[in-house]
């Protein structure tokens, strides 16, 4: 009876829920119909980079409690792996996704596994370090690979086959938020999963996460490798997008401020992340007409969010969320 | 043999700025456990204040106070700016923010550090500016064919002194063990009745105004200074402060030195582009065969 | 190996166990065998090293000399993870549970150890990866019940109140579905009719065929649930003994209470 009950109550929580996710998804898919005008796409599609950014920070920082202040660094070796490769040997850049992927996680398994053990402020500089290390070697055309400042350019839109090409303002706008959405989708189910949890209860507390049986080094590696290899599909399609690539984009300031995602919206939560992504991309938009006060205001802003809401604009709710797949399913089998 | 001395003098040069920065970043980190990103911002508008000061007074300085009182004053004035610009950042920005924890504050130092740097860059202009040089003293020296800027012999000096007198207070005095007790563990030094908001006005007070004579002194030593170099020297001095050991103050003072010196070596022998590459690479290094800096102590964790 | 160790009714044994903090021994060559079944109680004043004893045994810290075998198995050198694997699950001294998490999460911690589901299989929410969900949430829920939480569940953990922690940590131990269960002062700030329950359950637990092991300061618990206690003193053993026979032995007392000519001065 209690069971039921409690199920009920879960069910229209979700079925709020649900409805409110319709609406947001139709949104979204709407946006470029509506409003046709390339500019404000564009600022939407920079706004997808960030979440995807964000989500990617979200993973190490949020859901680990790891202060990675470098992390735009996999971005660049995404962005750069997908800029070398296509421009010398015309790979097309829809294989390179995977891969770039793949080449940010290896760096981030090499770089982390042995600074892995090191402990918050001290984990902090070091990826600061990372980041910069990156950087650097980029603006320094190591091997006249990547082009110093000037960084990589012309680099091709993304082709399936012959069918379609990624060209204009909307395509990129949904082949950006559709990679969104499904990374989202990956997260909420590993939030909600033995991976999920055990990278909370690091975060909690890692002495007792270890000693009721959390490997720890192998979840933040986890963590890390992850939040890289996402942090590369960003960098992979923000490459395609502006068809150049250049240090400048990856910069210590762009690690502090996809930090502030993560920190704006609430740790480790997913809506936060939009949020946050929200603010850092299309405030200074929005805010033009201030000229060069906006920046100015964005510093307020930031202060001014951090009295009122510390805990970040929407923080994870937990409680009986949680339990909704298992039990929804749970319930179908009794029947 | 000449190259090594001369760029060794260089290389404590630089890092002695980096020291100076870096005291005021360890002592806010030791007491209140903040990555305070807007310190550097402070250093750039001491900077910039002493700028203004030695521009606007030029004539009066020329008359009167002649070069070297001038470059006192300009520091003096930095100082003050950077120290009050300081609490007040405290005052508005951090002050409301440490209940709710570490990362909030964190978030709010990067707010105030965009703020600063915009606001600078609106009252200043953004094309960098140039302290002229009939406002910078020194001459150089011939000494047994080592050509030295005494410019440059007395900014180590003053460094090195200030550095030397924060050094005396911190370790030698009362109020000194207060702060290293607040450090260590605040609310039992406040139980012990350690006045705290003293301590956190004289932390927030004297690191910015560290932060701001530096900014001066790079001024003069460069001659070239811009809105956005705090955030370089910050992250070179938040380096520099690791690399000591966290909220260790003698920590850095050595990490800076080590910072500069590193940088000069990294820049003479193995290449200027790849110089802070190789700073980093070897903080990394020391970071991992000494996880908590070169004079941090190895903390038992208490279970 | 020895015969003492293949002895099916030894759990965990120590030999020569030392531990120093830079000039400080914390445990001396400290000798403990813990009997299957029962509850055994390591005493001894503050500073002894009992603590220190515990956080070697479940692999928090290495031990500087000295072996542990749990069941007969060497531990030495494995991390506290593996340790929990093995079957030795413990609370600590100030509770450490996940504050902001709910209370089921914090219980279903203990099983993490006993699952295997992947990052993929979790991302594809696959057949068996839903099974092992269910599986480790019943068994939280069970032990939420077993330790009369339920009511809580959905309750963060920081939220409930301090005895009812207690009794939560323990629960997420036991969710490990461990042989041997170490409680580092399970009764410090419980009242006494907490207290009271604590001892009940725990002679509960024991005829559930569990192990337990505890260091505790309130001697009516140790005098009335013990089978076995342990006096450490300095980082050594100084005696042991059924609780009657260390009640009255005069070392113990000694350490306790100081020399009389130490008093004296």
Known sequence: MKLKNENSQVNRLSRKNNWFVILLILLFLLFPLVIKNDYFIDVAFFFGIYTLLGLSLNIVLGEVGLFDLGHMGFAAIGAYTTAILNTRFGIPVLILLPISAIAAAIFAYLVCSPIIHLKGDYLCIVTIGMGEIIRLTLLNNPFGLTGGPNGVFGICFPTVGSLMTIDNCPKFYYYIWIVVGLTV?????????????????????????????????????????????????????????????????????????????????????????????????????????????RMLFFGAVMIIMMMFRPGGVWPRQRGRILLKPVLMRAEKSEI | MKLIIEQLLNGLTIGSFYSLIAMGYSMVYGVMKLINFAHGDFFTFGSYMGYTLLVMGITFITSTLGVWGGMIAAMLIAAISSGVLGLTVERIAYRPI?????????????????????????????????????????????????????????????????????????????????????????????????????????????????????????????????????????????????????????????????????????????????????????????????????????????? | ?????????????????????????????????????????????????????????????????????????????????????????????????????????????????????????????????????????????????????????????????????????????????????????????????????????????????????LIEHDMNVVMGISDWVTVMDEGKKIAEGKPKEVYHNPVVIEAYLGKEEEEEN
């Open chain 1, 185 to 293: 989708f990956a997260l909420i189910r590993l939030q909600n999963s033995r991976i999920g949890r055990a990278w909370n209860y690091i975060r909690e507390d890692v002495i007792a996460a270890e000693a009721l049986g959390v490997d720890v080094r192998y979840y933040k590696l986890l963590a890390f490798v992850l939040g890289a290899a996402l942090a590369g599909v960003a960098g992979n399609i923000y490459a395609t997008k502006l068809m150049i690539v250049s240090p400048e984009s990856f910069s210590f300031m762009e690690s502090c401020l996809l930090f502030c995602i993560v920190l704006i919206g609430g740790m480790g939560s997913i809506p936060g992340v939009l949020i946050g992504a929200a603010a850092i991309s299309l405030f200074p938009e929005l805010f033009q007409t201030f000229a060069q006060y």
């Open chain 2, 98 to 303: 440490y209940p709710a924890g570490r990362l909030p504050a964190v978030v709010s130092a990067l707010g105030a550090s965009i703020f600063i740097q915009n606001a600078i860059m609106i009252i200043w202009g953004p094309r960098p500016h140039a302290y002229t040089s009939d406002v910078i003293p020194g001459f150089i020296l011939n000494i047994a064919g080592f050509r030295i800027n005494i410019l440059q012999i007395i900014i180590l000096l003053l460094s090195f002194l200030l550095m030397g007198i924060l050094y005396y207070i911190v370790q030698k005095t009362t109020f000194g063990a207060a702060i290293r007790a607040s450090a260590l563990d605040r609310e039992t030094a406040a139980l012990m009745g350690i006045n705290i908001n003293l301590i956190i006005f004289f932390i927030f007070a004297l690191g910015p105004a560290l932060g701001g004579v530096a900014g001066v002194m790079v001024g003069m030593y460069y001659r070239k200074i811009s809105f956005i170099m705090g955030w370089n020297f910050g992250l070179k001095a938040f380096t520099a402060t690791i690399l000591g050991g966290i909220g260790n103050i003698p920590g850095a003072m050595v990490g800076g030195l080590i910072l500069g010196v590193l940088e000069m070596l990294g820049s003479t022998y193995l290449s200027t582009a790849y110089k802070d590459v190789f700073v980093f690479l070897v903080l990394i290094l020391v970071l991992l065969f000494r996880p908590t800096g070169i004079l941090g102590e190895k903390i038992a964790e208490k279970v």
């Open chain 3, 1 to 213: 190996m020895d015969v003492k160790n293949i002895k099916k009714d030894i759990m965990l044994e120590t030999k020569r166990l030392t531990k120093r903090f830079g000039g400080l021994v914390a445990v001396n060559q400290f000798d403990l065998e813990v009997l299957k079944g029962k509850i055994s109680s390591i005493i001894g004043p503050n500073g002894a090293g009992k603590t220190t004893v515990f956080n070697v045994i479940t692999g928090i810290y290495h031990p500087d000399d000295g072996e542990y075998y749990f069941k007969g198995e060497r531990l030495f050198g494995l991390k506290p993870h593996q340790i929990l694997s093995k079957g030795i699950a413990r609370t600590f001294q100030n509770i450490r549970l996940f504050p902001n998490m709910t209370c089921l999460e914090n219980v279903m911690a203990g099983q993490h150890a006993r699952g295997n589901s992947g990052m993929w299989q979790s991302i594809f929410r696959t057949p068996a990866q839903l099974n092992e969900e269910k599986r480790i949430m019943k068994i939280a829920e069970d032990r939420l019940e077993q330790v009369g939480l339920s009511c809580y569940k959905h309750e963060l953990a920081k939220n409930i109140a301090y005895g009812n922690q207690r009794m939560l940590e323990i629960a997420r131990a036991l969710a490990s579905e461990p042989g041997l269960l170490i409680l580092d002062e399970p009764s410090s700030g419980l009242n006494d009719k907490e207290t009271e329950d604590l001892m009940g359950f725990l002679d509960k637990l024991i005829r559930d065929d569990l192990t337990i092991l």
